[in-house]
């Protein structure tokens, strides 16, 4: 963890001066890791808590709210992250072996790895910016999708080919398909009247917090008259939650992806070798647990069933 | 460097010429240092300062209460006032208080180790310490933040006032705690030297470690709870408010999961600081050793199951409220174990009422009333009567004030050591009598006053409150005079204050086996650890007016 200036004649150069040996400064570093994955976790978990809460609570926005997001996307996502993963672990096996060039080009290849998650992402979050899928009070489907489409907004096709690279669709139907069931599932229930999506923004007070405190069956009740249009209340928490989880994410990947960076600019230095390889041991560390997160994120977000 | 360790009487003369003060002297040598113990006084001078804006905060507000109307200021004011004491008291002065500034200082020469595991980590954290107390700061220029506190939603995402500022000052703080935390952890982990075992160690060590796990296991949560909260505020994403859907009972589940076991951040390192002060002014063996070290983790288990006991009165199912209230109860049993082995080291000890010693018996007395009365607030019909009101402001003031004497009796316990200068004893008793007398005159007052159902954080009250009112006033006056003297004779000391011994109070812990102030790397040698609530080891010598090391062989 520490590199500094040789203190005494017995101390290699790695060596603080406040550690007896290489051992125990590794150990150190180590456990020092280790616990501060572990806030990570913790930092994570308001989120995932929230997640459960509204889930529990209102399984409904969920449900209809998943099928805007590209699952096909996430799954690529996700197999980008363990494949960086996978050769950022290579990258500590080559440190230790002291295999300098090895070790640079797999670092190298997980930072691209973190690009290519980071652009991916960008793509999903690009669409949902057009699409006006957005958090809390800038939830507006229609103003923007009305922007856009050119006329009806029942017709499901027309309503999503200018908005998103779904444009192109015959050729890309893998990566279209879900997009195309995002479309038709949900759009073609509420998506038409702009006074029932008025309506949606705007909680009846006898509803209160849509909270812990309110009972689930209220809302069900209520409009029970209004039949399928009662699914997409409060759609906007579903993407409160989405942008929040990946939001923070994203910024973990970013800082992991700089730290790896460092990490491999002092490895083309030649700083890592059998003896002293512990930043690149404690950044792997980093990096699964930013892959372990998504792992979870991506069923919980993009799965639901 | 000097060459010191066993011998605290003879390595004296030579650790005036190098110590850890006089290593290396510049601005950028105290900037940029590494070392803890520099780092632990420039925590401390902060938070001092940080103590002295709290207080006068704290000075404003009851001065505003001394007339049921306005008397100084207008009701918004009042309402920023407040917020600002508890804000700026809990987040810049009790949270990091002992831990940061006295436990940077002693936690590695109590070890034995010649730094924290991460120094550099440590000077970070001192720096984030120093960025979020600007950050908090600045929301007074920026439109003072009126939320009291606790930052509830939704009032707190729709008040027009710095809420943002304020709350992202306080989610940098946290990581300054975490960061500190993390490497007490390491550092009692994995830098112990040779034959300090876990039981060996010092129970103050005991507590900074449980301290640092609910720092690093309870901070994170406020972290994301504030980062939404401010989210919430400049974006609107709704997660909190129930116009957009959201809940602002969850803000209060999440504000509280921190801001419980945050109760016991305050208070572990109090109770550490009192198992050594009550120990070595005893001159007895601490008793029940394993006892007040199992119990400070115990309480640190416990205070993440009891959050809920906030929130009796935000509709919780009555289930809930009646786990939260017996798991609150649950933590009055490691406090009461801490209490009566206290109790029983002082018995039949050889009590030297020092200044540090009237510190901690004063916070045995002022902690027992804040704990008992922590009872009627967890049980949950009284609470129903007592939520709100300033019941709970005076319990938790007496709890939490408690903290700051043993801040204070740890800061004259270590004055020597960490200044080399000696205090005025007369002026540090009475001092710390001004100090207890007007503590209790404040917040006694209040628990009557409360109790007879005066809500808190009122600007305005009715008449038949007044003369309770005007009483805590006068009591909050008598402290702020016994602070302002603390600080009187502790500026002249560091210029006139006699030389300090290595060792003035007889103490045993590895931190009184090196000379003061310390040298720069604590031990020259790696030093052999023995039983450190043995005194018998030393002897009374006036003519340098601390102990020395019995001769091997002499009877006592």
């Known amino acids: 963890m520490n590199q500094h200036e040789a203190h005494g004649s017995e101390h290699p150069s790695f060596l603080a001066h406040h550690f007896a040996t290489p051992r125990q400064q590794f150990e150190a570093g180590k456990l020092g890791m280790w616990l501060f994955l572990s806030t990570e976790i913790l930092l994570f978990s308001g989120l995932f808590c929230a997640y459960a809460v509204y889930r529990a609570n209102h399984p409904e926005i969920f449900v209809y709210a998943h099928h805007f997001l590209d699952s096909t996307l996430g799954a690529i996502n996700t197999v980008v992250l363990i494949c960086s993963s996978f050769t950022m672990a290579w990258a500590v096996r080559s440190a230790q072996l002291g295999q300098k060039k090895r070790l640079c080009v797999l670092l190298a290849f997980t930072i691209l790895c973190g690009f290519g998650f980071m652009g991916i992402k960008f793509i999903e979050y690009r669409h949902k910016w057009h699409a006006g899928l957005l958090p809390g009070k800038h939830y507006n489907p229609q103003a923007h999708e009305g922007d856009h489409a050119p006329v009806s907004g029942h ?56 909270g812990l405190a309110a009972p689930v069956t209220t809302t069900a009740d209520v409009h029970a008259e209004e039949s399928t249009d009662e699914k997409v209340k409060n759609v906007q928490i579903f993407f409160s939650i989405y942008f929040a989880m990946t939001g923070l994410h994203g910024l973990h990947v970013l800082a992991g992806m700089s730290v790896i960076g460092w990490v491999l600019w002092r490895s083309m230095r030649g700083e890592f070798g059998p003896l002293y390889y512990t930043p690149v041991d404690l950044a792997g560390l980093y990096w699964h647990l930013v892959d372990l997160i998504w792992i979870y994120l991506f069923p919980l977000l993009y799965l639901i069933h | ?91 810049l002065v009790i949270i990091p208080g002992i831990p940061a500034a006295m436990g940077n200082f002693v936690l590695p020469i109590m070890l034995g180790a010649k730094d924290v595991a991460f120094p550099r980590l440590n000077l970070c954290s001192y720096y984030l310490y120093v960025v979020g107390t600007v950050m908090a700061l600045a929301s007074i220029a920026l439109g003072a933040v009126d939320t009291g506190w606790t930052f509830y939603t939704p009032y707190s995402t729709t008040t027009n006032t710095a809420v ?43 507590a900074l470690y449980a301290t640092a796990i609910i720092q690093l296991l309870a901070t994170p ?87 809920g006991h906030h929130m009796f009165t935000s509709g919780q199912s009555s289930l809930a409220n009646m786990i939260f209230s017996a798991l609150t109860f649950s933590v009055s049993i490691p406090s009461a174990i801490k209490v009566f082995n206290w109790l029983a080291t002082m018995f039949k000890g050889s009590i030297s009422l020092e200044t540090p010693m009237c510190y901690a018996l004063s916070f045995i007395f002022i902690f027992g009333i804040g704990g008992l009365t922590g009872l009627f607030l967890g049980t949950l019909a009284t609470d ?27 800061l004259h316990y270590w004055w020597p050591k960490m200044t080399g200068r000696m205090y005025s004893e007369f002026w ?39 003369s309770y009112h005007q009483l805590s006033t006068v009591g909050a006056f008598i402290q702020g005079i016994g602070f302002i003297v603390v600080a009187i004779y502790l500026a002249h000391s560091l210029f006139r204050g006699r030389r300090a011994p290595a060792n003035p109070w007889g103490g045993n812990s590895l931190e009184w086996h090196c000379s003061s102030p310390p040298p720069h790397d604590n031990f020259a040698v790696t030093p052999t650890v023995g039983d450190c609530y043995d005194y018998s080891g030393w002897q009374y010598d006036a003519q340098i007016g601390g102990y020395i090391p019995r001769p091997v062989g002499a009877e006592h």
């Not at chain 2, 946290?174 to 500190?180: A, D, N, W």
């Not at chain 2, 009598?433 to 954080?457: D, E, K, Y």
């Open chain 1, 155 to 210: 017709a499901d096709e027309a309503e999503h080919q200018p908005t998103t690279t779904a444009a192109r669709h015959p050729v890309e139907s893998a990566a279209v398909e879900p997009e195309h069931q995002a479309a038709t599932t949900p759009a073609s229930t509420p998506a038409s009247s702009t006074a029932s999506e008025e309506h949606t923004l705007q909680v009846p007070p006898t509803i209160g917090p849509a």
């Open chain 2, 1 to 91: 460097m000097s060459t010191t360790g066993v011998h605290p009487g003879s390595a004296l003369p030579d650790s005036r010429e190098s110590n850890y003060l006089t290593h290396k002297s510049g601005l950028g040598s105290w900037m940029m240092t590494l070392d803890h113990k520099r780092i632990g006084v420039m925590y401390l001078i902060s938070i001092l300062v940080a103590f002295l804006l709290g207080g006068i905060f704290a000075m404003l507000v009851r001065t505003e209460h001394l007339t049921p109307k306005e008397t100084i200021m207008s009701a918004d004011t009042y309402n920023q006032v407040f917020t600002l004491h508890g804000a700026v008291m809990i987040f």
């Open chain 2, 164 to 206: 943002i500022w304020m709350v992202m000052g306080a989610f940098v703080l946290g990581f300054s705690s975490i960061f500190t935390g993390l490497n007490f952890i390491v550092t009692i982990h994995r830098l112990r030297p040779p034959g300090m075992t876990w039981f060996r160690m010092p129970l103050f060590l005991w």
């Open chain 2, 221 to 307: 949560v406020l972290g994301i709870t504030v980062v939404l909260l401010a989210v919430e505020k400049a974006f609107h994403i709704g997660i909190f408010d129930p116009q957009l859907g959201g809940d602002p009972v969850l803000f209060q589940h999440f504000f509280w999961f921190y801001s419980h076991p945050a109760v016991y951040i305050m208070i572990l390192p109090a109770m550490g600081v009192i198992s050594e002060l009550i120990s070595v002014f005893s001159h007895k063996h601490i008793f029940g050793y394993k006892f007040i070290a199992y119990s400070s983790v115990a309480i640190a288990i416990l205070g993440f199951l009891v959050w």
């Open chain 2, 384 to 410: 129903i009567h007592l939520h709100d009101t300033y019941f709970v402001v005076a319990h938790f003031h007496y709890v939490m004030f408690g903290t700051m004497i043993a801040f204070v009796g740890a």
């Open chain 2, 428 to 466: 540090g008793r009475i001092a710390c009598a001004l100090i207890f007398l007007g503590m209790n005159i404040t917040f006694f007052t209040q628990f009557v006053m409360g109790s007879h159902g005066m809500p808190r954080r009122y600007f305005n009250y009715i008449e038949q409150f007044a």
